[in-house]
């Protein structure tokens, strides 16, 4: 099972995904920027999937320090805003998905995401 984390300051939206996610990986879920970091720096992840506008730190801020810190999980960054694509190419994560959610879409990213974590090529 997969070990996900998931940052996002809508409460309803980590209830939402926590319970749609839940049934085939092991969900972490934090409200916020600085919470995602204190968890994705102590607690090896197979994936991250970050909200790009969040309080304390944002998604931006989050990725630029995990990969300061060496931290290679894949990064699916969700975000409403028009310019995501942008934002998702110059922060070099490994996807990105737009909100309000498509499921399916989602699952499929994260299968996509999945696959390409280092941990999954090692094996």
Same mark, same amino acid.
């Given at each position: 099972?997969?070990?996900?984390?998931?940052?996002?300051?809508?409460?309803?939206?980590?209830?939402?995904?926590?319970?749609?996610?839940?049934? @085939?990986?092991? $969900?972490?879920?934090?409200?916020?920027?600085?919470?995602?970091?204190?968890?994705?720096?102590?607690? *090896?992840?197979?994936? $991250?999937? %970050?909200?790009?506008?969040? *309080?304390?730190? @944002?998604?931006?801020?989050?990725? !630029?320090?995990?990969?300061?810190?060496?931290?290679?999980? +894949?990064?699916?960054?969700? @975000?409403?805003?028009?310019?995501? +694509? !942008?934002?998702?190419?110059? %922060?070099?994560?490994?996807?990105? $998905?737009?909100? *309000?959610?498509?499921?399916?879409? %989602?699952?499929?990213?994260?299968?996509?995401? %999945?696959?390409?974590? *280092?941990?999954? @090529?090692?094996?």
């Amino acid at each position: 099972m997969s070990k996900i984390l998931i940052a996002d300051d809508d409460e309803d939206v980590l209830e939402c995904l926590a319970l749609v996610l839940g049934e @085939s990986h092991e $969900i972490v879920a934090v409200a916020n920027g600085e919470d995602a970091l204190a968890k994705a720096t102590t607690v *090896p992840f197979d994936l $991250i999937v %970050l909200d790009l506008m969040m *309080p304390l730190a @944002s998604g931006g801020d989050v990725v !630029r320090q995990l990969k300061a810190a060496g931290i290679a999980t +894949p990064i699916l960054l969700a @975000s409403a805003a028009e310019d995501l +694509p !942008r934002r998702a190419d110059e %922060l070099h994560v490994t996807a990105h $998905i737009a909100k *309000p959610y498509d499921f399916g879409m %989602l699952e499929r990213k994260i299968s996509e995401c %999945l696959e390409s974590s *280092p941990a999954r @090529s090692a094996v």
